[in-house]
């Protein structure tokens, strides 16, 4: 049988409300949803393929802070659960003067560079005002140097500046003016020689990155691979059901997954199929097991008959079958 994913489901329960603060955080958290992310947005990552961006890169026992973190003074860190689902390392960074800071998704991922790999601190954040009363480029820039500032003591110590791993922020704008729809925008650190030729390796400057995604629709330009993801993933033109289906289809997120109860289901109906006949077996245990996971989906993400067997992407044949068992 098959059950929804854990982002399916979260997809679903934040049905019309995606764009909200909660809602957003749990679906860009997931790391099928960060793979397409890092693959449209962060260089290091454009020839990677995305199942191993998700399951390679992208760190699988992501550390989960619970201690406020002061620029002045050694972070302390706490151990990482594994999961789908990334809540981030010191997520608050706080201050004696300055309160509380609090990131959406914080997480490191392993960069293939030069047949090595090195390790970047990524932050992605979901803006769903574009005109706070500042730029939010800035507040890119700030959140770039929190995350430089609070490797000391996790990533360095001393004067080990060496060691300061390259940061991004990277922002999800989800309304923005007409004529930014659409867009991705990258600000980053460069060298200029002003007078005479000095020599630098990249890695010792090119520290910090801000990268801007301004979400538009599908009546603007542009739109194709992330940006139209995230406007899939966050819309709410169309139903949930729908969003399975687009995401599964173009992008080949799993919306589903096997249970492994009912792997050993089907190890026993084997006996069956001897004594009935393997093609007839196989065509009766898999028409049932396409049922029950209609029903499943049905029952656990409220879809109807018709959205669960689109998800499931069965034929018609199979449909028919599966609308005379249920």
Avoid at 43 to 52: A, K, Q, V
Avoid at 195 to 201: C, D, V
Avoid at 280 to 298: F, H, T
Wanted: proline share 2%; aromatic share 8%.
């Amino acid at each position: 049988m098959k059950r929804a994913t854990k982002l399916a489901g979260n997809i679903v329960q934040a049905g019309q409300k995606a764009r909200y603060d909660a809602a957003c955080r749990q679906l860009i958290s997931n790391k099928a949803i960060l793979a397409w992310i890092l693959k449209g947005c962060v260089e290091e990552f454009y020839g990677c393929d995305i199942r191993d961006i998700a399951e390679r890169y992208i760190e699988g026992t992501p550390e989960v802070g619970t201690v406020g973190v002061h620029p002045d003074e050694t972070n302390e860190e706490t151990p990482a659960a594994a999961g789908d689902t990334i809540t981030g390392m010191n997520t608050e960074d706080t201050t004696l003067t300055e309160g509380k800071v609090t990131y959406d998704v914080r997480f490191y991922a392993l960069a293939p560079k030069d047949r090595e790999q090195i390790r970047l601190l990524l932050n992605v954040e979901a803006q769903g005002d574009f005109y706070p009363g500042y730029p939010l480029v800035k507040r890119g820039f700030y959140y770039c140097g929190r995350m430089v500032s609070a490797q000391y003591g996790t990533e360095f110590t001393g004067s080990h500046y060496e060691n300061i791993r390259k940061v991004y922020s990277i922002w999800l704008c989800m309304n923005p003016p007409k004529r930014q729809r659409n867009c991705i925008t990258r600000y980053i650190i460069r060298k200029e020689d002003l007078i005479g030729e000095m020599r630098e390796k990249k890695e010792n400057y090119d520290l910090l990155t801000v990268v801007m995604v301004y979400i538009g629709t599908e009546e603007e330009k542009n739109y194709s691979g992330i940006l139209r993801l995230l406007d899939v993933l966050f819309t709410g033109r169309i139903s949930a059901g729908q969003k399975l289906e687009i995401l599964q289809r173009e992008f080949g997120i799993r919306m589903t997954e096997e249970l492994e109860t009912e792997v050993e289901h089907m190890c026993n109906l084997s006996d069956l199929v001897e004594r009935r006949g393997i093609e007839q077996g196989m065509e009766q245990g898999a028409a049932q097991a396409n049922a029950r996971a209609v029903k499943n989906l049905m029952d656990r993400l409220k879809l109807t008959e018709e959205e669960a067997m689109q998800v499931l992407r069965l034929s018609e044949a199979d449909r028919e079958k599966c609308r005379r068992l249920l």
